[in-house]
């Protein structure tokens, strides 16, 4: 069975920081590209950042310079570090792990929220 958890769902001020985790299990996590999605109420969900298998990594603009990704395969865990959080950083965090190429496989975690106050 394949599981993805998110943690470290909080709320916190304009400015502050928070670090979310995804636990994976039941897939090779070193062979996946991993990413952090995110929705806000209203609005489509959106890629806020990716991590290759081999360790590159994309950001969105809007968090571009105060969000880190990073992964640890040896826990078969993703981090997705945020600073200098904005209300408009306000939403769902899903982790999202995809497989292979040809016969692409996605899998989702349930997500979870993040509330950044003014």
């Known amino acids: 069975q394949v599981r993805l958890v998110e943690s470290g769902r909080g709320w916190v001020q304009s400015g502050g920081s928070l670090r979310l985790s995804c636990a994976v299990s039941?897939?090779?996590?070193?062979?996946?590209?991993m990413d952090w999605y995110r929705q806000a109420p209203g609005k489509e969900r959106e890629l806020v950042a990716r991590?290759?298998?081999?360790?590159?990594?994309y950001y969105a603009d809007s968090v571009k310079g105060r969000f880190t990704i990073s992964r640890d395969n040896a826990k078969n865990t993703m981090y997705l570090q945020m600073n200098s959080l904005k209300p408009e950083d306000t939403a769902v965090y899903y982790c999202?792990?995809?497989?292979?190429?040809?016969?692409?496989?996605?899998?989702w975690g349930r997500g979870t929220q993040v509330t950044i106050s003014s």
């Open positions: 039941g897939i090779s996590f070193s062979d996946a590209d």
């Open positions: 991590i290759s298998s081999v360790g590159s990594s």
């Open positions: 999202h792990a995809g497989l292979g190429s040809l016969n692409r496989q996605d899998f």
